[in-house]
């Protein structure tokens, strides 16, 4: 698998935004986290690079995500969610992706 290229150029570096995301296994035990490449990120996670416990579980499916134009506001949803119950997290997850598809599936074909 090729590494993307994924750079942010002039103003929109200064600029720095992210993400708040939720991958999962095939059996559904889920990973919460935060980045300002979600691209590069799930890479890292289909790779087995970085989380050692999504690594362990085989947790490499995009089935959630959230953009933010700011990092810090990125953070601050991430620990939102992590003390959130499984129940809460589980119909976040379906109201936007019943079927826990693999959002990240084609960026890596």
């Given at each position: 698998?090729?590494?993307?290229?994924?750079?942010r150029?002039?103003?929109?570096?200064?600029?720095?935004?992210?993400?708040?995301?939720?991958?999962?296994?095939?059996?559904?035990?889920?990973?919460?986290?935060?980045?300002?490449?979600?691209?590069?990120?799930?890479?890292?996670?289909?790779q087995?690079?970085?989380?050692?416990?999504a690594?362990?579980?085989?947790?490499?499916?995009?089935?959630y995500?959230?953009?933010?134009?700011?990092?810090?506001?990125?953070?601050?949803?991430?620990?939102?969610?992590?003390?959130?119950?499984?129940?809460?997290?589980?119909?976040?997850?379906?109201?936007?992706?019943?079927?826990?598809?693999?959002?990240?599936?084609?960026?890596?074909?």
């Amino acid at each position: 698998m090729q590494r993307p290229r994924l750079e942010r150029k002039g103003k929109e570096r200064m600029k720095k935004g992210g993400y708040v995301y939720i991958i999962a296994s095939k059996s559904r035990t889920i990973y919460i986290g935060v980045t300002s490449n979600l691209m590069l990120r799930m890479y890292r996670h289909k790779q087995k690079i970085g989380s050692k416990f999504a690594a362990r579980y085989n947790i490499t499916r995009l089935v959630y995500y959230e953009e933010y134009p700011d990092i810090r506001e990125a953070i601050a949803r991430e620990k939102q969610l992590k003390r959130w119950r499984r129940e809460k997290k589980v119909c976040l997850i379906e109201r936007e992706n019943p079927e826990w598809r693999d959002l990240s599936e084609e960026w890596f074909a």
